[in-house]
Nanobody, 116 residues
Framework: QVQLVESGGGLVQPGGPLRLSCAASGTIFSISAMGWSRQAPGKQRELVATITFGGSTNYADSVKGRFTISRDNAKNTVTVYLQMNSLKPEDTAVYYC????????WGQGTQVTVSS
């Protein structure tokens, strides 16, 4: 059984930071690459960052230099973080984590709103 629980979202002013967390339960995640995606209203879900089991990272151009993905590996639960700095209004979205490539099931996501 797999479970994805995202947390840490909220309202932040432009230029501010926010740190998201994702608890991914299930052995399938332990050796998988993981990713953070986001979906803004009226738009398709967008992959913004990935991290391999070994820690290699990749970022969408829109967040490169501002976002940092990291992970803590445990036997049955992987915690994936997304440190977001210099946030912009266009970063407003619901953020999700999942395996990369993603499983069919997604978590509930966490809302990030960047607004003054």
């Amino acid at each position: 059984q797999v479970q994805l629980v995202e947390s840490g979202g909220g309202l932040v002013q432009p230029g501010g930071p926010l740190r998201l967390s994702c608890a991914a339960s299930g052995t399938i995640f332990s050796i998988s690459a993981m990713g953070w995606s986001r979906q803004a209203p009226g738009k398709q879900r967008e992959l913004v960052a990935t991290i391999t089991f070994g820690g290699s990272t990749n970022y969408a151009d829109s967040v490169k230099g501002r976002f940092t993905i990291s992970r803590d590996n445990a036997k049955n639960t992987v915690t994936v973080y997304l440190q977001m700095n210099s946030l912009k209004p266009e970063d407003t979205a619901v953020y999700y984590c999942n395996r990369s490539p993603p499983l069919r099931n997604w978590g509930q996501g966490t809302q990030v709103t960047v607004s003054s």
